[in-house]
Structures are given as C-alpha cells and as structure tokens.
C-alpha cells in the first residue's frame, strides 16, 4: 500500500536489503531503493543489480570483468513478491530526507535510468548494487554522512564473503572463490570498503554515530524456516579421498598397470597446469582487480600443463622438474600460514597429492 509523505514532496525513499539466496550469484545478499511518489501515485523500486544475459560475448565479457550492469525500473510488487516467492527476506529502511534532498534524490534516479546514463562497468567489491546506493545516500544526505565500521576491527575482505559462503553451506563455491582471488582480497577493510555487503550497509545506517539516517527498519514478509545440511563431500574430504586412492593404486597396481598410472599422472599435471594458465590469465588479462597477486600459483604451475606429456619420460629435466615440484610443495605448506595471502586448507592433501607423484615419478 501507498503511503503519503509527511512533507511537501509527498516522496518516501527508502533502502530494500535482500537477505542472501541459496545460489551463488545470490549469497551475498542485494540492495535496492525504493521510491514512493504520493503525487503520481507509484511505488518503484531502483536497482542496480541488473545485467543481460542476451549481451553479445556475454561469457566472455563476465570473466574478463567486462560485463555492464545497468540500473533498471520496476514496480515494488513485483520485486517483493520475486523475493518473498523465492524465501529470501526483505528489509525497508526509510531514509531519513528532507523534502528537498527527496526531489533532488529522485530527479537523479530518473536522469540515471536514460539509456546514456544507466550503465556501469560492475565491480562486485567496489562498485555494485550496495556501493552505488550507498554513493547516492552520502551525496544527498546533507550535511554527507560518515557511516561507521560495522565489523570487527581488523577484518578482511576474505574473511567477509567466508561468512556468507559458510553460512551457505558451500565448500565448493568457497575453495572456487578462494582459488580465483589474489592475495589484495586479504586485504583489511577500511569502514567504506565494508559497505560492498548488502547486511553492512543496513547495519551502518542504523548505527550512524553522525544522526540517524533510518526513520524506521521494518522486515516487510515473514520467512519460512528451512534447514538444509552441509555436504558430507566437501574439498577437504574430497582431496584426501584422492590422495589415498593415489597411494593405494601406486601401492598395489602402480607396476601392474604403468600406463593406468601415467595416464592418471599426465592428467593430474595438466588439469593442474590448465589452473594456472587461468589463473595467469585472470591476472593479467581482466580487470578483476582482486584475482591479481594469486599464490595459488605457487602449487598450480602453468608449466605442469606441458610437462604432463612427458610424465614418464627419464630424461635429466623432467626429473630436474619433478625434484623442483617436490621441493616447492615443501617450502609452500611450511610457508603455508606466513604467506601474504589465505590459501584455502582443503588444498593441503591436493598439494600433497601433487609432491607424492613428482616424489614417485622423478
């Protein structure tokens, strides 16, 4: 239902937090304003948050961080019911304008949905849905507001999205995310890089220590409980598994079956060596800034790609090259906690698994 506005704008804006989904694109949470205008009678919601599967190079451009959001209309029932339908909470926070900064507020919204205006290049950490309504509210907002730090003091951008991929119950997607993201995403968060999150920008506007910016908090739909449990196969397990299978195949079949071996052991390699070509290219070749400064390539050589072909070779540099992965894979799980970035424990028996075969086969 409409609701009149108290003062001569008849305008009510207020910020939708969007509790985290079951999917990945959706565990973090959204954020999105929602604009009642008593003058013309509509309720509309303004999201940042919308991008076009139907975009030429659609893949290509998402990997390479290319891909343009834009902000995008749509009427306030619709948006509700998608999220209530599909049990993800939703929380409306009035912002606390004057009359004038409503008009001003609003006349920006509209001016930024014409197409020359309403595209952005998407950054999930430092310009997306969250971070875009959050620039308007300290722009508007007069005098600027200081939102404050919400999470604890010290706390890293990776410790950040572990929580919501934890509570998620998704190893999988954090050892992905882990692997992708370069040593920069452990780095501290300042107050206003803690505001990429959805929940942090809703906490900070009920705690702003500068005057209140929320008139009211409210959740808008109640929520069924659901219970879902975490994966008996998560990476650690699943790496170990492999690691023992290894073992177990080299102990009782490695001399029967040599070519069984050397096929697993050449696909072992490259799989490993195809990682790290793209982890090198996500560094070098995309405009991800948190997938640069990778350690992960201490233990996913790219060279491993091209000496899987000669895994059974007895020529001096491919044991020179096995002796050299033994060795690194050493120093790497003895520097394993001093390394400037937080590699992800469940890749432990995996980087054993890799020092075991270059041990056997050097």
Known sequence: MITFAQDSSRLRIS???????????????HSALRVIDS????????????FNFDDKNFYLKFVRGKLLYYMSIEQFTDFRDLYQYTNRGMTEQVLDL??????VFKQFLV???????KFYQYDFFFDNCTTRVRDLIVKYKQPAPLLPAVRPPGMRFRQAIHEYLDRGKQPWSK?????LLGAKTDRVMTAAEQQFLPDNLMMALDSNRNGRLALSSQNLYPLQEQTTGKPFFTPLISFSILLLVFVLLHFTAGKKWPLLMAGLDGMLFFLTGLLGFILVFMWV???????????????????????SFFISSKKLWVKRYLNFTFLAGVLLLFAWAFIPQQLNTALVPFVLLLMFRAWVRK
């Open 111 to 117: 001016e930024n949905l014409k197409e020359e205006n």
């Open 39 to 50: 003058n013309s009678v509509t309720d509309h919601v303004y999201n940042y948050g919308t």
């Open 285 to 307: 070749a995309t405009d991800h800034s948190m997938t640069k400064n990778n350690y992960n390539l201490l233990w996913a050589l790219p060279t491993h790609l091209f000496i």
């Open 175 to 179: 050892l992905g995310i882990d692997i």
């Open 15 to 29: 910020l939708l937090t969007c509790s985290p989904g079951d999917e990945l694109y959706s565990i973090f949470g």
């Open 98 to 103: 004057s009359a004038e900064e409503k008009q």
